[in-house]
């Protein structure tokens, strides 16, 4: 490798740190390539694992698998390199391509290095475990990851407390904790760093769900839109499509934005500030439930019922029958929330087929019984030519 080389190689990091990722991504690889083929093998590891990250914030999470795919038999310079190609592999397996028994191979290759790595990277090792316990939905053993996370930290991981506090806000909630999960937020406070991106990002997404948790709209839409704009600086899909989900849910709950479809209700408006790019699939079962969800309460708005929150659901539908719209519109609608619950029903299939569990399907059976209590509603109270096909 000649100097110029070593140029283009100044140039990937001065583009990544402008923002420039794609062209990043484009410079880390070629010269990762070029110092593979000079016999520089620790140069090209590491400009292999920077070229990961150039991809992962450019939006194009397959490039970077790709990458890592080529560099497992690559011998790693450091240790920690090792662990940091491995636990990135198995968490984009996990996101875009996932098979429970190869993950759980990998989940042990990650806590055998762990182990063996500086002091504090086994709770880094935790994290990813808690994340694929997540997507099994074994919310106990979730809990019990993290909390072992909080307990094993070091010094190799102090830097990501706020995640695993994080983690475990959120998994209190879905355990249906809420002051457990509000210590978390404590916790938070109490150790964060201010000055950190992922940090703040974290906070306002731990706020935003104990607001959504407790039906404070206001709060929620106020605390995901900090967490959309701190994510925006680093350009991380995950928390700023979380936080257009948030704010989207935070308008369905307030019932002076009228009907969730009218553009003027701000409802469809939130999802113009989405990062392009592949989503993963929990992305996708998350953002087809809440397109559902969207459809659920248009449908309540149409025959008279107070707004509802779907997915946390502390505050069960009340059903009534005063439609505001036409009968022939009614039914339009409650057809155009049976096919989001197709839709939706689908993702969740291959997503609990992946992982070997049921609970998305059962997310989406949830709306399914709240529509048919509006549906059963409406054959009983209005008048006797209202029919509509069951669900």
């Not at 070593?6 to 402008?18: F, M, S």
């Not at 680093?234 to 969730?260: C, F, M, W």
């Not at 519109?329 to 992946?354: H, L």
Request: charged share 30%; with cysteine.
């Amino acid at each position: 490798m000649g100097p110029e080389a070593y140029i283009l190689i100044d140039h990937a990091y001065e583009a990544y740190r402008q923002g420039r990722f794609v062209e990043a991504g484009v410079l880390a690889g070629q010269t990762c390539n070029d110092a593979k083929k000079a016999g520089k093998d620790e140069l090209a590891y590491e400009l292999g694992l920077f070229e990961v990250q150039c991809l992962l914030r450019a939006g194009k999470p397959l490039g970077a698998l790709n990458r890592l795919l080529t560099m497992k038999s690559w011998k790693a310079p450091l240790h920690e390199y090792l662990f940091q190609m491995k636990k990135q592999t198995f968490d984009l397996l996990r996101s875009y391509n996932p098979d429970v028994t190869q993950l759980e191979t990998r989940l042990g290759e990650l806590e055998r290095l762990a182990k063996s790595a500086l002091d504090g990277v086994v709770a880094d090792f935790r994290l990813y475990e808690y994340l694929y316990l997540e997507d099994q939905g074994k919310d106990e053993k979730a809990l019990n990851s993290i909390e072992l996370a909080w307990s094993e930290r070091g010094a190799g991981t102090m830097n990501h407390a706020h995640s695993t506090a994080s983690y475990g806000c959120l998994v209190n909630l879905r355990l249906n904790r809420r002051p457990q999960a509000e210590d978390w937020v404590k916790i938070m406070e109490r150790d964060g760093e201010i000055t950190c991106l992922g940090y703040r990002a974290d906070l306002a997404d731990c706020k935003a769900e104990l607001a959504l948790f407790d039906g404070r709209y206001e709060d929620v839409f106020h605390y995901a839109q900090q967490q959309r704009r701190v994510a925006m600086e680093y350009a991380d899909k995950i928390r700023v499509h979380e936080a257009i989900e948030k704010q989207v849910r935070s308008r369905l709950l307030d019932a002076t934005n009228g009907d969730p479809v009218d553009r003027l209700s701000g409802v469809l408006d939130v999802f113009k500030q989405a990062i392009p790019g592949k989503n993963s699939l929990q992305l996708q079962f998350r953002f087809s439930l809440l397109l559902l969800d969207i459809r659920l309460a248009a449908v309540r708005w149409a025959v008279g019922m107070q707004p509802a929150e779907d997915s946390w659901y502390q505050s069960p539908q009340v059903v009534a029958c005063d439609l505001r719209v036409a009968k022939d519109e009614a039914i339009r609608r409650i057809d155009k929330t049976k096919a989001a619950i197709r839709r939706a029903g689908k993702i969740a299939r291959q997503s609990d087929q992946a992982f070997c569990c049921d609970w998305r399907q059962e997310a989406v059976n949830h709306r399914r019984e709240r529509l048919q209590k509006i549906v059963s509603n409406l054959d009983q109270g209005v008048t006797s030519d209202f029919t509509v096909n069951k669900v």
